[in-house]
C-alpha cells in the first residue's frame, strides 16, 4: 500500500498570509515526494520535490517540509497571492518500481 | 511549455461506443502516460509507454487499451465506453522513466473532458 493522504479538500487564506498544504503517507519506501500544480482546464505542472533523504527543500516562495517520523509532508507557499489559486496534488516516487501515485488534490483559495 | 496537445479537448458519446484519444508530443520525450482525474481520487495511472510499440498497464487499465507505433503519438481507446469512464484524461510526457527526480518531471497536457451518456 503506498497511499498518499490529503485529507483537507480545501484551504482559503488572504493574499500576503501563508498557505500550509499538508499530506500525509502510509509506507516509508519511496525516494521522492513531488508537489504538483493545476489550473482550472489545463494539466497539472511540476512545482517542488523533496528526495527522501532530505527533511527541507525550497524554492523561492515555495517550501516542502518531510517529518518522516510522522509520515508528513507538507508545502508552504509565503507570501500567498492570489495566482497561487489552484488545485494542488502531492504524489509519491518509489524508484524501486517506477510507481508515481497521487493524492486527491487541495484546492487553495487565496483571497486579494 | 512542453509540446504536448490532447486531441479532441471535449468529447461526449454513448454508452457502448468505442472511443479513441489522441495524445502528440513534439518534445521527442520517450515516455508516455495516460491518466484520468476524477473526484474524490485525484490522477489514476491508466497506460503508460517507454518507447514505441512497448506499453504496460496502470492501476485502473480495465475497459482501455492503447497503442504507441510512433514516437510522437500515444493513443488511448475505450474499446465500448461506459458512464464509469466519464472523466479527465491527461497525457504526460517525461524525458526518463525516473518522473520523481527533477531532471525528469511529469509534464502535462490539458486534458480531454470525456463524457458518456
Known amino acids: 500500500d503506498q497511499q498518499v493522504k490529503q485529507n483537507s479538500p480545501s484551504l482559503s487564506v488572504q493574499e500576503g498570509r501563508i498557505s500550509i498544504l499538508n499530506c500525509d503517507y502510509t509506507?516509508?519506501?519511496?525516494?521522492?515526494f513531488l508537489w504538483y500544480k493545476k489550473y482550472p482546464a489545463e494539466g497539472p505542472t511540476f512545482l517542488i520535490s523533496?528526495?527522501?533523504?532530505?527533511d527541507k527543500n525550497e524554492d523561492g516562495r515555495f517550501t516542502v517540509f518531510l517529518n518522516k517520523s510522522a509520515k508528513h509532508l507538507s508545502l508552504h507557499i509565503v507570501p500567498s497571492q492570489p495566482g497561487d489559486s489552484a488545485v494542488y496534488f502531492c504524489?509519491?516516487?518509489?524508484?524501486?518500481?517506477?510507481?508515481?501515485?497521487f493524492g486527491k488534490g487541495i484546492t487553495l483559495s487565496v483571497r486579494p | 511549455d512542453a509540446g504536448i496537445t490532447q486531441s479532441p479537448r471535449h468529447k461526449v458519446t454513448e454508452t457502448g461506443t468505442p472511443v479513441t484519444l489522441r495524445c502528440h508530443q513534439t518534445e521527442n520525450h520517450r515516455y508516455m502516460y495516460w491518466y484520468r482525474q476524477d473526484p474524490g481520487h485525484g490522477l489514476r495511472l491508466i497506460h503508460y509507454?517507454?518507447?514505441?510499440?512497448?506499453?504496460d498497464k496502470g492501476e485502473v487499465s480495465d475497459g482501455y487499451s492503447v497503442s504507441r507505433s510512433k514516437t510522437e503519438d500515444f493513443l488511448l481507446t475505450l474499446e465500448s465506453a461506459t458512464s464509469s469512464q466519464t472523466s479527465v484524461y491527461f497525457c504526460a510526457i517525461s524525458e526518463k522513466g525516473n518522473t520523481g527526480q527533477l531532471n525528469s518531471p511529469l509534464h502535462f497536457g490539458n486534458g480531454t473532458r470525456l463524457t458518456v451518456t
Open positions: 504524489a509519491r516516487y518509489t524508484g524501486a518500481n517506477s510507481k508515481l501515485t
Open positions: 509507454s517507454y518507447g514505441v510499440k512497448d506499453t
Open positions: 509506507n516509508s519506501m519511496f525516494d521522492y
Open positions: 523533496i528526495s527522501s533523504i532530505k
